[in-house]
């Protein structure tokens, strides 16, 4: 083995992406010590995407004073780095996380509430990146506590949504069956021209059964009768979307996403609406740094039926297996409807199965297992190769 690449998801609750290829080099380097080993942090738009990609890039990371979904003051990180074609007049390019201002996290359980919580921390967050010269977005929208069609965030921007007597309203849940007019006069025109590309990595539509509110405002909060009259609030900003942006949402694969987020980035910013880990891939220009090699390590946390549904992973065996790259994916549970049918060349659970998985996730306990796995499928291949 000369050349390995490492390009594995975090370990939720666990180990970081750049923890786990750590982790799975010392386990490479015990049995091949002179292996040429690149290490690739890669996520899929949801949690730890600003670190993968700021480390893929390059970048640096920045704080800003933005306000949480309950409206609270909060200081949040986002990421930073120069185009590659090093002209200023490039601009440069931010990469977020919705989750760091909007996130389902930032509150306890007794305050998440849909109708109530906006997105207007990541349209500060975004309008701040675009005061420091940032003209290309890269933004994650997994783990939101919103349900507010991005109305929240587009008014942090400069959109004004009038009722029918042209009174302003807040971006929130509540308000969007009552959002009559949009204004968009007061939006910097540095927002308009530049590029969105977000990390969405559902299908489902802004509303109906399918939509935002049906499916994912229960986990955020929302009762029966919250989720219909949100349901009914998306259906009636969409129709007013369309009347002032010429864009029709209601149907938009992936316009569900982060409670109508994604719909909101689309029509307004014209955002492009990407799987996330493909999003990542991309810019860390994954095909490039895997070219040449014999081997290709990914993984996550536990590997089922979702995998294949556009996770890290299966977005790694992809591209590697177009390049006739084999893949070996690591961990820390595998469903075991997958053996013998996951596309991968193997597939090993670095997790004994005679440990409790509260322990077996501690990251110590983690690391060390990967390392040993690692270290043990590099035997394997070292005795088959004789080498």
């Avoid at 370990?11 to 799975?24: M, P, Q, W």
């Avoid at 309008?127 to 919103?146: E, P, Q």
């Avoid at 006069?185 to 509303?207: G, L, Y």
């Avoid at 219909?228 to 900003?237: A, I, P």
Wanted: glycine share 12%.
């Amino acid at each position: 083995m000369k050349n390995i690449v490492i390009a594995s998801d975090s370990f939720k609750g666990s180990l970081s992406s750049a923890e786990v290829a750590s982790a799975a080099e010392e386990g490479i380097k015990a049995v091949f010590p002179d292996c040429n080993v690149t290490k690739i942090c890669i996520a899929d738009g949801g949690e730890g995407t600003t670190e993968a990609l700021v480390k893929a890039l390059g970048g640096r990371m920045t704080a800003v004073q933005v306000h949480d979904p309950l409206m609270r003051p909060i200081e949040a990180f986002y990421g930073i780095t120069d185009d590659e074609c090093g002209n200023a007049s490039c601009g440069r390019t931010a990469i977020m996380e919705m989750s760091a201002v909007s996130g389902l996290p930032l509150l306890a359980s007794s305050e998440r509430n849909p109708m109530k919580t906006t997105t207007f921390g990541t349209g500060e967050m975004i309008l701040d990146a675009s005061r420091k010269g940032c003209r290309r977005f890269l933004l994650g929208i997994g783990g939101s506590a919103t349900n507010d069609a991005g109305t929240g965030m587009l008014s942090a921007l400069g959109v004004k949504f009038l009722d029918k007597d042209r009174n302003r309203l807040r971006g929130t849940g509540e308000n969007l069956s009552r959002i009559a007019y949009v204004d968009m006069s007061e939006v910097p025109a540095e927002i308009f021209s530049s590029e969105f590309i977000i990390a969405c990595d559902v299908d489902n539509p802004f509303c109906g059964p399918e939509g935002a509110a049906y499916v994912f405002a229960p986990q955020k909060g929302a009762g029966r009768k919250e989720v219909e009259l949100l349901d009914k609030g998306l259906e009636s900003f969409a129709s007013v979307t369309e009347k002032f942006c010429g864009c029709d949402i209601s149907t938009l694969k992936g316009a569900g996403a982060a409670g109508g987020l994604g719909g909101a980035l689309a029509a307004y910013l014209d955002a492009r609406l990407v799987p996330g880990s493909e999003m990542i891939l991309e810019a860390a220009g994954f095909d490039g740094k895997i070219a040449g090699a014999d081997l290709v390590i990914t993984g996550e946390g536990k590997i089922d039926r979702q995998t294949s549904m556009g996770k890290v992973p299966s977005a790694v065996l992809r591209h590697a297996s177009a390049m006739d790259i084999p893949v070996i994916a690591i961990a820390g549970c595998i469903d075991r409807d997958l053996e013998g049918n996951s596309g991968f060349t193997a597939v090993f659970p670095v997790s004994p199965g005679n440990i409790p998985a509260e322990e077996a996730m501690q990251p110590a306990v983690a690391a060390a297992n990967v390392r040993r796995t690692v270290t043990q499928i590099m035997n394997v291949i070292k005795m088959s190769r004789n080498e």
